[in-house]
């Protein structure tokens, strides 16, 4: 599926207006260089926020550019700021459920709302829009929502190498890292993979699979425990 321009319609759900559901509001001044955010949720106790919400992106001259609406906007808050029904809180960009960056590469910035935990092991969950030239509108991307929807919280972005970096785990003792280029007008394309394997006591059996010329090459290493964990630091 073309990640940037294949897109044939915008959900419902973007184009729509605050709702009556945002009880609690919340606002980000410069969320990014470009956009200001303000959230608004169903519920809010005991320092966390979840439910139906709504996120507004403003730019910098207070215009609103557009609307995206979560079924379970999650947002950890201090609990010493507890808000109330129609009172505006402020917050920074680390405790906002909005992540906006350039995540296709292509020098625009794009939006990531938080949608629950239905990462791996219940790990945050996003829904990701990425920004239209033609339709001048962020269009939601079902490959980057799925990425940032099956991890360890969303996908890390390394621009130097202009790779999308996610985690995951499987039990106690198996982590995983999947790297993937952005290959434009066609999508996501997977050119890394590590497993960490510490199911054996004393020692990490480390295998990577790499993309070079189209072809995986797989390479296996052992190592002692303590020197790996060491080296890690």
């Given at each position: 599926?073309?990640?940037?321009?294949?897109?044939?319609?915008?959900?419902?759900?973007?184009?729509?207006?605050?709702?009556?559901?945002?009880?609690?509001?919340?606002?980000?001044?410069?969320?990014?260089?470009?956009?200001?955010?303000?959230?608004?949720?169903?519920?809010?106790?005991?320092?966390?926020?979840?439910?139906?919400?709504?996120?507004?992106?403003?730019?910098?001259?207070?215009?609103?550019?557009?609307?995206?609406?979560?079924?379970?906007?999650?947002?950890?808050?201090?609990?010493?700021?507890?808000?109330?029904?129609?009172?505006?809180?402020?917050?920074?960009?680390?405790?906002?459920?909005?992540?906006?960056?350039?995540?296709?590469?292509?020098?625009?910035?794009?939006?990531?709302?938080?949608?629950?935990?239905?990462?791996?092991?219940?790990?945050?969950?996003?829904?990701?829009?990425?920004?239209?030239s033609t339709r001048m509108?962020?269009?939601?991307?079902?490959?980057?929502?799925?990425?940032?929807?099956?991890?360890?919280?969303?996908?890390?972005?390394?621009?130097?190498?202009?790779?999308?970096?996610?985690?995951?785990?499987?039990?106690?003792?198996?982590?995983?890292?999947?790297?993937?280029?952005?290959?434009?007008?066609?999508?996501?394309?997977?050119?890394?993979?590590?497993?960490?394997?510490?199911?054996?006591?004393?020692?990490?059996?480390?295998?990577?699979?790499?993309?070079?010329?189209?072809?995986?090459?797989?390479?296996?290493?052992?190592?002692?425990?303590?020197?790996?964990?060491?080296?890690?630091?």
């Open positions: 599926m073309n990640l940037l321009n294949t897109y044939k319609h915008l959900s419902a759900f973007v184009l729509l207006g605050p709702l009556c559901f945002g009880q609690y509001q919340f606002e980000v001044k410069n969320a990014s260089k470009n956009y200001d955010v303000i959230i608004q949720v169903e519920n809010c106790s005991d320092g966390r926020c979840s439910g139906k919400g709504t996120v507004e992106l403003f730019d910098h001259k207070n215009t609103k550019v557009q609307t995206f609406a979560s079924d379970d906007l999650v947002l950890e808050i201090d609990q010493a700021g507890q808000p109330k029904p129609g009172k505006m809180i402020q917050l920074t960009n680390k405790q906002n459920s909005v992540i906006i960056n350039d995540f296709n590469f292509d020098g625009t910035d794009d939006v990531a709302v938080r949608n629950g935990n239905m990462g791996n092991y219940s790990a945050a969950s996003y829904d990701v829009y990425v920004f239209n509108a962020f269009v939601k991307s079902k490959e980057l929502t799925d990425l940032a929807s099956s991890s360890l919280d969303i996908f890390d972005v390394d621009v130097k190498r202009k790779r999308l970096v996610s985690y995951g785990k499987s039990g106690c003792c198996d982590i995983f890292t999947t790297e993937y280029a952005v290959i434009p007008n066609k999508g996501l394309d997977k050119v890394f993979e590590k497993e960490e394997d510490m199911n054996t006591e004393g020692q990490v059996k480390v295998i990577t699979r790499e993309k070079i010329n189209n072809k995986w090459i797989t390479k296996t290493k052992v190592y002692p425990a303590d020197q790996y964990n060491r080296n890690k630091k």
